[in-house]
């Protein structure tokens, strides 16, 4: 039997660094270099009760494995990574249904 493709979404987290200005200018650039490169149009959000922990949210990725790369390299020439101050923390996410195994 075929099972249908997995298509992870990514969760990254992080607080800032430094002010938000720059990092917010840095995060732009990277989704949009992601979303072009990929097809996958990011969201920025920040945390309700503290504005300095923020996420970026990639849902439904068809290809994570290139995703994977994409993120990482946008991120890097960005400067993204170094908005954060203990590291930005990336997790994917998959369905509930989706078999464990898959």
Avoid: K, N, Q
């Amino acid at each position: 039997m075929t099972r249908p493709p997995v298509h992870p979404s990514y969760f990254v987290w992080y607080r800032l660094a430094g002010e938000p200005g720059p990092a917010r200018s840095a995060v732009a650039a990277m989704m949009a270099e992601i979303a072009a490169g990929t097809g996958v149009h990011g969201r920025l959000m920040r945390r309700a009760d503290d504005p300095t922990t923020w996420m970026e949210i990639y849902e439904s990725t068809s290809m994570p494995a290139e995703f994977d790369a994409m993120l990482s390299m946008a991120a890097a020439r960005h400067g993204v990574d170094r908005c954060a101050r203990d590291g930005r923390h990336v997790e994917r996410f998959v369905a509930a249904d989706v078999p464990v195994d898959a």
